[in-house]
C-alpha cells in the first residue's frame, strides 16, 4: 500500500510553531474538571459507562459494570468501517493499531451518550492509552470521565478501589463488589472455555452457522446473567448445545495454534475474523491466548520454565505466553501456527526471531500476519487459503 | 479423445494462460497484459489459446475438460469460465514449479504488486511467506521507477549489467526510495549505475523483507514478472551466492499449477450451463455471454459489506465478500 | 539450577556501543573491569554495522534496535562473551520500552548457531539503588568473584556512573545559562548575536550515535544554534517534574526527557525532538509533545537509516530560520 507522498513527509517531520500557550503542559485535565468530576460522582453517579469493543467479552463488561459498579451500562452495536476511520484519523500514524480501534469505540460510546468510558492500565504501550485517548477525546470536544486503570496500577486491588470509589461510585458496598469482581473472573474464564470448544470443532459443522448460532445464544445468556449461578447455568446450556451440534470430524484434521499479540489474535474485528476465516477452511484452532490464561491464571515464571531452551527472561506482556505456547503446539504435532500480531506491536516482534528457531527446530510452519487498520481482507484470504494449503499438501504427502 | 486442461492466472499486471494435455505437457501457452479489464483479458487469452490448440496436428482429439483459474480475479474469471478448481497463485506456483523443477528447494517471485517466497523440501512447500503491505521492490515500484528515468522497463536489466558500480539506494520503502532516487539523479549519478542499484536494492530488499528467516537452498528458481530482468537476477546470485534460475516458462508457472490441479480434479461434470454446459470446453459459448461485475454495499448491517456479484446475461452467477446470512445473494445458477 | 559460577572464565566481556550503553555505559565497564575483567566496546556505529544489523533484525523492528545487533555482530570473535542486560518493563512508571526487556533473549536466540555466550542480569527499578545492585552483584558471584568484591565492584561502577551523569548535566547547564546571557545581551546591544538555543529531545541511543542523528546534530551547528541535550539533564529532578505532565506515562526516559522540556522550555528557543522509526513509546509521547508543549516551535523528526542527510538538512535548515524570523519579529514589536 504506497501512501502518498506528503503524507509521508508529514509523519517524518512535523512542525508545530504554538507561540502563545493556551492551556498547561500537561497530559491531566485540569483541576477544576477533576473537581467537577468528583462532585459528580458524590452527588449525581454518571448514568452510562462503556467499555471498548473487546473479542467476546462484552457480557463480562457488562457484568462488571452493572454488579460491581453499580452503574448503566451502555452497550455498542457492531463496530463499522466508519467506527475505525475516526480512530485512524484522530491518533498519531504510527502508533499501535488496537489504539485507534479503541478511540474510534470511545468516541462513538460518547456519541451514543455515554458518560463514562473505561480503559485498562497495563503493561507496555497500554498503560499510556487512557491519558492518551483523554486528552484526544478533550480535544475533540467531549466531556466525560474516563475511568483509567492504569491510575493507582501500583497499588494493585487497593488503589483500583480507590479509584473506582472515588471517580464512579461512592456508595458500592465493598463486600457485594468483591463478590461479584469474582462473578465477572467466572464469566470471562467461561466465556473463554466455552471459545476453545467452539475453536476445535467450529470449522466441522454440518450445518454452516450452528455453532454461531449457538455461541450467540450464549453470549445472550450471559447478558443477562447478575450472579454466578446464571453465569454457570449459560455455560451449562452452551455446551450442551455445542455437543448436540452434528459434526464432520476428520479423523487427522489440519491443526493450528494461534498466537500473538493480546488485542489483534483474538479479537475478530481487527484480526478480520481469523477464528471464522480458520475454521470455515476446516481447521481446528487452538488458541491458548485469552483473558483466563494471561490475567487469571498467569504464572510467567511458570511458563517460561516450559520455554527455557529458548528464553531466559520475561520478553514482554505476552511474550511468554506466545512462546510457549508455540512450543507447546509445535511438540504436540500441530500442522502450523499462525502468529498475529498489530502493526509495530514491539513485544510481538521481539517474539519473531524466537519463534523462527522453534519453527526450525520441530520443523513446523509459523504464518506471520501483522495488521494495521488498512489490511485487505482479500489479501489475508490469500495467505490463510494458501498457507492450509500448503499445510493440507504437507500432510497428505507425509502421511 | 484426449482430454486437456485449461489453467488461467490473472494478475494484476498480466493475464497467463496455458492449456495441458494429459501428460502434463504445456501445449499452448498464452501471455498478455491485464490493463484492468480481467474478463477481456482472459477472454483474449482463451481466444489466443484455443486458436493454438485448433492449429496442432491434432486438433480434433483433443478436448478441453476442465479449467483452473488462479491470481488475483480468480474468483471472477474462475465463475466466468466454470472452472473446477479456483486456486489462490501461491499454491498454483508451488504445485506448478515443483512439478516441473522436482529438486527445486527454494522458489522465489516477485510479481506486479506482490512478492513470495516458498520453501520446498521433498518437492512440498514446507513454508511460504509474502510481502507486507508495501509495493517496495515489486514490479509495479520498477517501471515506475524506469518511467521517471525515462527508460522501458524492458531495457533495464541489460542497461543495469553495464554498470560498473552500482549506486546505493535505499528500497525499502516505495516512497523513501522514490526520494532517494530523485536525490541520486540530481546529484549527477550515471544512469546505469542508478539503475543497477535500483535492481540490487529490489534484491535486498526482497530478502531483508519477505525471505528474513528463511533458510535459502539451491537450487533457487526465480520466477515472476520481475525475473525476466537480467539486473535483479544478477542481483540476487550476487547476494545469495548461488545460481538463480529462470525458467523461460516461469511467468506461466502459475497457470501451469492451476491447470494441473483442474487435471487431478478431473473433468468438470454436470455444468448446466456456461462453457461447460457440454462437458467439453466451448468457447462459443463464452463469447456469446455477456459478463459484467458489480459491487454493491449491503445496508442490511453495520457493517455495509462489499458484495461483489459477478452477472452472466443480467443473471447472478456468483458473489462474494459478503460476511453475514443477512447480505447473502441469492445464485439464478 | 543454573551453575554458581558459569561465567568464571570469561575474561574478555563486549559491550556493544548501543542502545543503553548510552545512558549505563559508565556504569557496566567500571563494573566489568573493576571484577578484573577486559571490557571491549565495539566500534562507534558506520555503514556496515548498520546494514549487518538490518540482515539480522525482524524488518518491523525499531532503527536503534537494528544497529544493536550490527554491534553484537562485531564483537563476535572479539570477546568471551557479550554483555546484554535486561532491563524492565513492568514497573509502573519507570519502566523501558520492552525492547529493553527481550533484548537479551533476542541476542541468544539471533545468535544461537554462532554459540555466542550472552552474560546477562535482570535488572529491577532502576530507580531504586537496591534493585540494580542485587543484579549486578549476583552476575558477579556468576563470575566467579567473592560477595565483597562483587559489592565494591558496583560501588565504584555506581558512582563513576553518577559522576559522569553530573558532568553532563553540568555541561547542559552551563550552556543554559549561555543561551540565556547571549539574549540578555542582544536586549540591551541590537549588534549582539542573540543565539539560538535549540533542546534536542531524543533517546540517548538517538542522540549520541553519530551515525544516526549526527546530521541534525551538524546541521544544527553549522547555523550557529547553543545545543542543549534533554537526556543529559538532570536525570533525578526532570523525572520529578514529568509527573506535573502525566500520571501514567510508563517509561522511565520518556519521563526524563520530557521533564527536561519543562525544566528548561523557558530558556531556550525551539525543540527539536528525533524518532527512530519507529519507536513504540515515540509514538505516543511524541504526539502528546507536539499538542501539549506549547509556547516553543518544535520540529518532530523521523529518522531511518534511508533518509539519508539530504532531506534532514532541508528540515533543520527551514526550522532555524523560523526561529529567527520569530526572533526578529519580536524585535520590531518592542
Redesign the interface.
Known amino acids: 500500500m504506497a501512501k502518498p507522498q506528503s503524507m509521508i513527509e508529514q509523519v517524518r517531520s512535523s512542525v508545530a510553531v504554538e507561540l502563545d500557550r493556551k492551556r498547561k503542559p500537561t497530559l491531566r485535565p485540569d483541576k477544576k474538571a477533576e473537581k467537577k468530576a468528583k462532585h459528580r460522582a458524590k452527588h449525581h453517579r454518571p448514568m452510562k459507562a462503556a467499555f471498548f469493543r473487546y473479542c467476546y467479552y462484552d457480557p463480562a463488561f457488562k457484568f462488571f459494570v452493572e454488579q460491581v459498579l453499580d452503574v448503566d451500562y451502555l452497550p455498542l452495536p457492531e463496530a463499522t468501517r466508519q467506527t475505525t476511520e475516526v480512530g485512524v484519523q484522530n491518533s498519531s500514524d504510527y502508533v499501535c493499531t488496537p489504539y485507534k480501534h479503541i478511540l474510534g469505540d470511545f468516541v462513538e460510546a460518547l456519541d451514543l451518550g455515554a458518560d463514562m468510558v473505561i480503559q485498562f492500565g497495563g503493561p507496555c504501550r497500554l498503560g499510556y492509552y487512557g491519558e492518551l485517548q483523554e486528552s484526544a477525546l478533550r480535544d475533540m470536544g467531549y466531556e466525560f470521565d474516563m475511568l483509567n486503570f492504569a491510575h493507582g496500577i501500583e497499588k494493585g486491588y487497593l488503589g483500583w478501589a480507590k479509584e473506582v470509589l472515588s471517580k464512579v461510585n461512592p456508595d458500592i458496598d465493598i463486600p457485594h463488589g468483591v463478590v461479584k469482581l469474582k462473578g465477572t473472573a467466572k464469566m470471562m474464564e467461561l466465556l473463554d472455555e466455552a471459545r476453545d470448544y467452539f475453536l476445535a470443532y467450529g470449522g466441522f459443522e454440518r450445518k454452516r452457522g450452528s455453532f454461531d448460532k449457538a455461541w450467540d445464544g450464549y453470549m445472550n445468556e450471559l447478558r443477562c446473567a447478575t450472579d454466578e449461578r446464571d453465569i454457570n447455568q449459560a455455560y451449562k446450556h452452551v455446551m450442551e448445545s455445542f455437543r448436540a451440534i452434528e459434526i464432520d470430524k476428520p479423523e487427522r484434521p489440519i491443526r493450528i495454534g494461534v498466537v500473538g499479540e493480546m488485542f489483534t489474535a483474538i479479537d475478530e474485528r481487527s484480526n478480520l475474523g481469523l477464528d471464522h476465516k480458520l475454521m470455515s477452511l476446516g481447521v481446528e484452532v487452538h488458541r491458548m491466548l485469552n483473558f483466563t490464561n494471561r490475567y487469571l491464571h498467569y504464572n510467567e515464571p511458570n511458563l517460561r520454565v516450559g520455554a527455557k531452551d529458548y528464553i531466559t527472561y520475561d520478553m514482554g506482556p505476552t511474550s511468554t505466553l506466545t512462546i510457549a505456547a508455540a512450543k507447546q503446539y509445535a511438540q504436540a504435532g500441530f500442522d502450523g501456527i499462525i502468529h498475529a500480531k498489530s502493526a509495530g506491536c514491539t513485544p510481538e516482534i521481539d517474539c519473531i526471531p524466537v519463534l523462527q528457531k522453534i519453527s526450525e527446530d520441530y520443523a513446523i510452519p509459523i504464518l506471520y500476519l501483522t495488521y494495521d487498520s488498512q489490511t485487505s481482507d482479500t489479501g489475508l484470504d490469500t495467505r490463510l487459503e494458501a498457507f492450509y494449503d500448503m499445510l493440507a499438501m504437507k500432510k497428505e504427502k507425509l502421511s | 479423445m484426449r482430454s486437456a486442461y485449461l489453467g488461467i492466472d490473472i494478475g494484476s499486471i498480466s493475464t497467463k494462460g496455458v492449456v495441458i494435455d494429459q501428460d502434463r505437457n504445456i501445449i499452448a501457452r498464452s501471455y498478455l497484459w491485464t490493463e484492468g479489464n480481467p474478463t477481456e483479458a482472459s477472454k483474449s487469452v482463451v481466444r489466443e489459446l484455443e486458436a493454438q490448440v485448433a492449429a496442432l496436428s491434432d486438433a480434433d482429439e483433443i478436448a478441453i475438460v476442465g479449467a483452473g483459474t488462479t491470481g488475483s480475479a480468480r474468483r471472477l474469471v474462475g465463475a466466468m469460465l466454470g472452472a473446477s478448481v479456483i486456486k489462490n497463485e501461491i499454491t498454483a506456483h508451488a504445485v506448478g514449479t515443483t512439478s516441473l523443477h522436482p529438486d527445486v528447494r527454494t522458489i522465489l517471485e516477485i510479481g506486479g504488486q506482490d512478492s513470495k517466497i516458498i520453501c520446498v523440501s521433498d518437492g512440498i512447500a514446507v513454508d511460504y511467506a509474502m510481502n507486507t503491505l508495501c509495493a517496495a521492490g515489486t514490479g509495479s515500484f520498477l517501471s515506475s521507477q524506469a518511467h521517471r528515468l525515462g527508460v522501458e522497463v524492458e531495457e533495464f536489466g541489460d542497461i543495469a549489467l553495464t554498470s560498473t558500480k552500482p549506486a546505493n539506494i535505499a528500497a525499502r520503502c516505495t516512497v523513501f526510495a522514490e526520494s532517494d532516487l530523485v536525490h541520486k539523479i540530481q546529484v549527477g549519478y550515471a544512469r546505469e549505475d542508478i539503475i543497477a542499484g535500483l535492481c540490487n536494492a529490489v534484491a535486498s530488499n526482497y530478502l531483508n523483507n519477505v525471505g528474513k528467516g528463511k533458510k535459502i537452498a539451491s537450487p533457487v528458481v526465480f520466477q515472476g514478472g520481475v525475473s525476466k530482468n537480467a539486473g535483479v537476477v544478477h542481483a540476487f546470485e550476487e547476494q545469495l551466492g548461488v545460481d538463480v534460475l529462470v525458467d523461460p516458462d516461469g511467468h506461466l508457472m502459475g497457470a501451469y499449477g492451476v491447470a494441473l490441479l483442474a487435471a487431478d480434479a478431473g473433468p468438470v461434470k454436470e455444468a448446466t450451463a456456461g462453457p461447460f454446459a457440454s462437458g467439453k470446453f466451448d468457447f462459443e459459448a463464452l463469447l456469446d455471454f455477456d459478463f459484467k461485475t458489480r459491487e454493491i454495499e449491503c445496508g442490511k448491517c453495520a457493517n455495509h459489506c462489499e458484495i461483489i456479484c459477478v452477472y452472466r446475461d443480467g443473471d447472478i452467477i456468483d458473489s462474494w465478500g459478503n460476511r453475514c446470512d443477512r447480505g447473502a445473494v441469492k445464485t439464478t445458477k | 539450577m543454573p551453575e554458581k559460577a558459569m561465567w568464571a572464565d570469561v575474561s574478555v566481556v563486549g559491550i556493544p556501543r548501543s542502545l543503553l550503553y548510552y545512558r549505563y555505559g559508565v556504569l557496566w565497564t567500571t563494573f566489568f573491569t573493576a571484577l578484573g575483567r577486559q571490557v571491549v566496546v565495539s566500534e562507534p556505529t558506520d555503514k556496515a554495522i548498520a546494514d549487518r544489523g538490518?540482515?539480522l533484525?525482524?524488518?518491523?523492528?525499531?532503527l536503534a534496535s537494528k544497529v544493536f545487533m550490527g554491534h553484537v555482530d562485531s564483537l563476535i570473535d572479539r570477546c568471551d562473551a557479550v554483555f546484554v542486560p535486561?532491563y524492565p518493563?513492568?514497573e509502573?512508571?519507570t519502566?523501558f520500552?520492552?525492547?529493553f526487556?527481550?533484548?537479551?533473549?533476542?541476542a541468544?536466540?539471533?545468535f544461537?548457531d554462532q554459540h555466542l555466550e550472552v552474560i546477562?542480569c535482570?535488572v529491577g527499578n532502576v530507580r531504586k539503588v537496591r534493585d540494580v545492585r542485587r543484579p549486578f552483584e549476583e552476575m558477579a558471584i556468576r563470575m566467579g568473584a567473592s560477595r565483597k568484591e562483587a559489592h565494591s565492584a558496583f560501588k565504584a561502577a555506581f558512582a563513576a556512573q553518577a559522576a559522569h551523569d553530573k558532568v553532563l548535566a553540568d555541561a547542559q547547564e552551563r550552556t543554559l545559562r549561555q543561551i540565556v546571557a547571549k539574549r540578555r545581551a542582544a536586549q540591551t546591544n541590537p549588534n549582539a548575536d542573540p543565539g539560538l538555543g535549540i533542546l534536542v529531545v531524543a533517546h540517548p541511543y538517538i542522540t549520541h550515535d553519530a551515525y544516526l542523528s549526527g546530521a541534525v546534530l551538524d546541521a544544527l551547528a553549522d547555523m550557529g544554534a547553543d545545543v542543549v541535550f534533554a537526556d543529559a539533564i538532570d536525570h533525578d529532578h526532570a523525572y520529578k517534574k514529568s509527573f506535573?505532565?502525566?500520571?501514567?506515562?510508563?517509561w522511565v526516559i520518556n519521563r526524563e526527557l520530557i521533564g527536561a522540556?519543562?525544566l528548561t522550555?523557558d530558556k531556550i528557543d525551539g525543540i527539536v525532538l528525533i524518532s527512530a522509526?519507529?519507536c513504540?513509546?515515540d509514538?505516543?509521547?511524541?504526539?502528546?509533545i507536539?499538542?501539549?508543549?506549547?509556547?516553543k516551535?518544535?520540529?518532530?523528526?523521523?529518522i531511518?537509516?534511508?533518509?539519508?542527510t539530504?532531506?534532514v538538512e532541508t528540515?533543520v535548515e527551514s526550522?532555524v530560520d523560523?526561529l529567527r524570523f520569530?526572533q526578529k519579529g519580536g524585535y520590531t514589536h518592542g
Open positions: 538490518e540482515h533484525s525482524v524488518d518491523e523492528c525499531c535486561s518493563t513492568a509502573h512508571r519502566g520500552c520492552t525492547k526487556q527481550s533484548v537479551t533473549d533476542i541468544k536466540n539471533t544461537r546477562s535482570e506535573e505532565f502525566s500520571d501514567t506515562m510508563p522540556i519543562l522550555e522509526f519507529p513504540g513509546p509514538s505516543m509521547t511524541d504526539d502528546a507536539m499538542r501539549y508543549i506549547q509556547g516551535p518544535i520540529l518532530n523528526l523521523m531511518d537509516a534511508q533518509s539519508g539530504a532531506g528540515r526550522f523560523i520569530q
